[in-house]
């Protein structure tokens, strides 16, 4: 912290209130899952840029491919007119992610950040059903412009904002209550009762796993529950995969594994490939009401991200192999996780493929073991609405031995605040 408090990051830089506080150093250059400070420590990255980098910093296939785009001049920037590199992702997109999974969805650009995803499908789903209010959890992370922000569950992140944009209702996410049955008894009276002051919804907004809010992942059944009732009353289910798609939690999409088909997915963060800002929303055909520059935006068509990202569907997602290995390496991750938590009481275990987490009674501990595991060259973050869970969102592309040493470091930095 003097370090950076000292220098021009201080002076200058309002966002050193963050992650330069938490990681007091200045990074420099990064390989895999490996990013290395100007004094010359390397850091074994378990935070992957937020999830960007789902397979490691510059990817050796995607920085070649990005070369190559480059030297023979392709174009950067174009809006959202017609290029070779964005026809060659929408193919990518058609032939690794859409046709195998035999889903018809339309693609659109909305911007380069995940929120951007987020008000295109708010927007898009008002727009369709003609209604005004969206449904989200507690807990839930959409983004940070005001349509998003509405729909994010966390009072400290909203309240200095004002009054919401869209007239949000938070309903409990999944555990609330406990069972799935009680939380959709009490969700579906809400949405029939005439006397319940809730105006029909046009949309439900989800996370599969909760990445912000805490790491909280929803049951396969209760997600089931949630998209039936959403079919049978008309109401559009959105998943948010910005932070759980791109095969973090094994499968590319994160509601893959629950068996259901939302009428609208919102993808960034790891479409890119290479850390570059690209954001998607996916919606069913038969929703695309779009007139002519009805929605738009400078930045909607980032031709090297289409470059990058297009080598990412074509090199991991050609075939489930990547898949399994995600999952048998979360199984790995989470076994480590499980053995550190059995030694201490109030430490606890969660997750789903390879986005894990350490829950701790006492929530300074999370931080403190953020800290400690920092001194020793790993990269963790805290999540919750208590920052009183650590959160492991490392490269998919990890290895096993990566991930033994980043276990080691976590169980030593838990002995030592625990002790
Ligand atoms: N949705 C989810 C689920 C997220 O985790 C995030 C970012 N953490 C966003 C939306 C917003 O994305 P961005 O920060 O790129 O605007």
Request: charged share 25%; glycine share 10%; with cysteine.
């Amino acid at each position: 912290i003097d370090k950076i408090d000292t220098d021009i990051f201080a002076k200058r830089e309002s966002e050193v209130r963050s992650y330069s506080r938490g990681w007091p150093t200045v990074f420099d250059t990064a390989k895999g899952s490996w990013m290395r400070g100007e004094d010359g420590r390397e850091y074994l990255d378990f935070f992957a840029g937020a999830g960007t980098l789902n397979y490691g910093h510059n990817n050796p296939v995607f920085k070649q491919a990005l070369l190559d785009y480059i030297e023979r001049d392709g174009v950067t920037h174009a809006l959202d007119m017609g290029t070779v590199a964005k026809r060659a992702f929408l193919e990518s997109i058609d032939r690794n992610l859409l046709e195998p999974r035999g889903l018809d969805y339309k693609v659109m650009f909305p911007g380069p950040t995940g929120t951007n995803a987020v008000e295109a499908a708010l927007k898009l789903a008002r727009k369709v059903t003609g209604r005004e209010s969206v449904v989200s959890f507690t807990n839930a992370f959409h983004g940070m412009t005001l349509g998003s922000l509405s729909v994010t569950g966390n009072s400290m992140k909203r309240n200095g904002a004002g009054i919401p944009l869209v007239h949000a209702t938070p309903m409990p996410f999944d555990n609330y209550f406990g069972g799935v049955a009680e939380d959709f008894q009490w969700f579906s009276r809400v949405l029939d009762d005439s006397g319940s002051g809730l105006n029909k919804p046009a949309a439900v907004i989800v996370e599969t796993v909760q990445g912000e809010g805490g790491i909280n992942v929803a049951r396969p059944e209760w997600l089931r529950a949630l998209s039936e009732l959403c079919a049978e009353r008309d109401i559009l289910l959105i998943v948010d995969d910005v932070q759980m798609g791109c095969g973090r939690t094994g499968q590319f999409f994160s509601f893959e594994a629950a068996g259901i088909t939302p009428d609208i997915v919102t993808l960034s963060k790891s479409i890119g490939g290479y850390g570059l800002p690209l954001a998607l929303t996916m919606f069913k055909s038969e929703l695309d009401v779009w007139t002519p520059g009805e929605h738009n935006g400078t930045f909607r068509g980032n031709n090297p991200a289409f470059v990058t990202a297009t080598a990412a569907l074509d090199n991991y997602w050609a075939d489930d192999a990547f898949e399994k290995e995600t999952l048998r390496k979360g199984t790995l991750v989470r076994e480590g996780l499980d053995t550190i938590a059995d030694s201490y009481p109030g430490v606890s275990t969660r997750g789903r493929g390879l986005v894990q987490a350490l829950a701790f009674e006492q929530a300074e501990n999370a931080s403190q073991v953020c800290a400690a595991a920092f001194e020793s060259g790993l990269l963790l973050e805290t999540s919750g609405p208590e920052s009183e869970v650590v959160k492991l969102l490392p490269p998919l592309t990890t290895t096993d031995d990566e991930f033994r040493q980043g276990l080691s470091i976590i169980a030593e930095s838990v002995a030592k605040v625990m002790a």
